[in-house]
Nanobody
Framework: QVQLVESGGGLVQAGGSLRLSCLASGLTFRSYYMGWSRQAPGKEREFVARISWGGGSTYYSDSVKGRFTISRDNAKNTVYLEMNSLKPEDTAVYYC???????????????WGRGTQVTVSS
């Protein structure tokens, strides 16, 4: 059974930082691209970032580029999202997900975690 479990969310002031983690089990982690998406209240879920199998290639949405960094540790079956210079509009539930290739469309991600809440106060 595949499980993706996010952690690291919380409440932070604008300008602050958080580091999210996603621990994967039940799949050959190094064989999957991993990504992060988010869903703000009343809005559709949106793609945030993805990382290739070995971590050598990353891609970000324009809204987070330059502020967020995705990374992975295949020995620990874990993907991370380092979030800096946080803004109130970054408030959302953040989800990690796996895909078989370099996709940015959410339906192309097969396995999903349950999410972790990030709240940025102004």
């Amino acid at each position: 059974q595949v499980q993706l479990v996010e952690s690291g969310g919380g409440l932070v002031q604008a300008g602050g930082s958080l580091r999210l983690s996603c621990l994967a089990s039940g799949l050959t982690f190094r064989s999957y691209y991993m990504g992060w998406s988010r869903q703000a209240p009343g809005k559709e879920r949106e793609f945030v970032a993805r990382i290739s199998w070995g971590g050598g290639s990353t891609y970000y949405s324009d809204s987070v580029k330059g502020r967020f960094t995705i990374s992975r540790d295949n020995a620990k079956n874990t993907v991370y999202l380092e979030m800096n210079s946080l803004k109130p509009e970054d408030t959302a539930v953040y989800y990690c997900a796996s895909s078989t290739g370099p996709y940015s469309s959410l339906p192309d991600f097969g396995y999903w975690g349950r999410g972790t809440q990030v709240t940025v106060s102004s």
